[in-house]
């Protein structure tokens, strides 16, 4: 059982200090390793690692090929900022092998998380000779995998399965009590910057949890142009997650006065405090129509925008 | 080459003598019979036949099964309060077995044409013994045509097909130089009441064409429950026309804290003078958000609304 820290409650400097001390008594002399995504979670939990840790703790970016437009460069510069040295693994090859002729989102997930963990990282980790896996897992990934929402690849200690046995590992999970706000709240104090710990949260297979049916270097490609788009407008909201998702469905569609029988995208924009709950964003219909514009002209093969309007629940905030 | 009349340059009274005259002259002692689907065009036609030729004209409603809520008794009550007798033939068993299996919209769309033209309305003409078919097709279906962007099922002669070889019978299409907006007021002045002629546009497939993928009686059973919400909710609106459309893409939902993955309604609601360009209608996010949880809460399995935000073009109005 976990005990929720809620935002309100959360004495981020006495937190932080308790973790460090949980890690460094868990860690002792031995070496940790984590993989950063460059989302809030991620990025909190390296900083964390890396306080406690120093050079104790080896942090990769695993390229996997379904990241948005030019992050893996972004977040590795960004950290050398901060200090900390971050290594890119190139594992597209791999990633797009194992989500090739899958459909079931079910399945993706379960291919992203076996390359990631098994092939990619299981190999990196054993490469490397570190005996601890540091984790940003937050607790609303534990409530939605109880509920079986989603098979979040972070938290199969919260299944029962022993990642020791499984991949040869222990997994630390300093953030586990916490929900989005109160990562936040610990990614500040700990020193990351506003543009970095603010950042609209991202699921962990990436830019494939945006893609409905196969998941092709070609399609990951749209929906990548599309998030470019819906990201660089939407950034002034106040909104929780913006995303563009790419529909499997085709609709029809004209282009130079002609049939063109083409592709949707779908937007959402949610307003949430915590992603428990959520309504779509009141967005201007300016700024709708202007969005559908940018996407259909930029986005090529693309005749079609929608809008999500529903709430969560029932909805949930990612499509797949 | 078909002269274009616009509902600006239209003369009403002299449009209707001029075509009546055309179809007297055409018929002559024959017998006639059209096919009435209880839209703006067949209604008009059905006016226009019944003025001319009274009971030389014999009109069926063939209940595909494809037809919204209620829709094949209303039609023949309201005409019957208009003195025009209309016979119902129920052939939903015949095109159901036809569209079974097909997802394509282009092979929904022949099945559909050649279940109504081919096997019942062609059996029914023959039965009849009519030589003489009279179509409430309108310029936007043919410029539609040429330009490729559908497979109308009543422009056969615009497309070089002679109906006469092909179905054996001859057409008559008194509103063909006219858009909608002219059509309307034709049937206003032929004496179509306002809440007929002013009905919002209804394809000609019905809500076959609001179906994604695989036209079954369940799915068909979903997306009427959908539109009956959404004409319900939009009616208030101003809008040129909206609709409901069932996707075949799944997304995740939860419902009672569990994962359910289920089905999305894509809304759509255009403002337009006459189809040839359209915007979304801009709907209040309080109007969007209760039509999103009607839907929900009212159609079984459906857990996501989106509303459509393109415009036409690239857009088309109906989706398939």
Redesign the interface.
């Known amino acids: 059982m976990i005990t929720e820290v809620t935002a309100q409650q959360l004495d981020t400097e006495s937190f932080i200090n308790e973790k460090i001390k949980e890690i460094k008594d868990t860690v002792g002399n031995n070496t940790a390793i984590n993989a950063l995504s460059g989302g809030v979670d991620s990025s909190t939990v390296t900083m964390l690692g890396h306080r406690v840790l120093g050079n104790q703790l080896r942090t990769v970016f695993i390229e996997n090929g379904l990241m948005r437009e030019g992050e893996p460069e972004q977040v590795v510069d960004f950290f050398r900022e901060l200090g900390v040295t971050v290594e890119i693994v190139d594992a597209r090859e791999e990633f797009f092998a194992a989500l090739k002729g899958i459909t079931d ?1 079910e399945e993706k997930r379960e291919a992203i998380t076996q390359t990631f963990y098994k092939k990619v990282f299981g190999r990196i980790v054993k490469e490397s000779g570190a005996k601890y896996l540091l984790q940003g897992t937050i607790l609303t990934d534990v409530d939605e995998t109880v ?4 098979r979040q690849h972070n938290v199969f200690e919260q299944l029962g399965i022993d990642p020791k046995d499984t991949f040869g590992y222990n997994i630390i999970e300093p953030l586990i009590q916490l929900r989005k706000d109160g990562v936040r709240r610990v990614g500040k104090a700990l020193g990351l910057p506003a543009e970095l710990f603010e950042r609209i949260p991202f699921p962990g297979p990436a830019l494939s949890a945006r893609v ?2 196969e998941v092709t270097p070609e399609r990951i490609e749209i929906v990548r142009k599309a998030t470019v788009i819906v990201e660089q407008m939407l950034k002034d909201t106040d909104a929780f997650q913006y995303m563009a998702i790419l ?9 130079e ?6 592709q949707q995208i ?2 959402r924009c949610w307003d949430s405090i915590d992603a428990r709950t959520a ?2 964003t ?1 967005l201007s ?1 300016d700024k ?2 202007k ?3 940018e996407i ?1 002209n930029k986005v090529p093969g693309v ?14 905030l ?3």
Chains 1, 2 share one sequence.
């Open positions: 989102p509920a079986g929402i989603k409905i049916g529909h499997e469905d085709r609709v029809t569609g004209m282009r006065g002609r049939r063109d029988f083409g779908e937007v309504t779509p009141r219909f709708l129509e969005l559908a514009d259909i005749v079609s925008v929608t809008y999500n309007i529903a709430t969560k629940p029932p909805s949930t990612e499509a797949i």
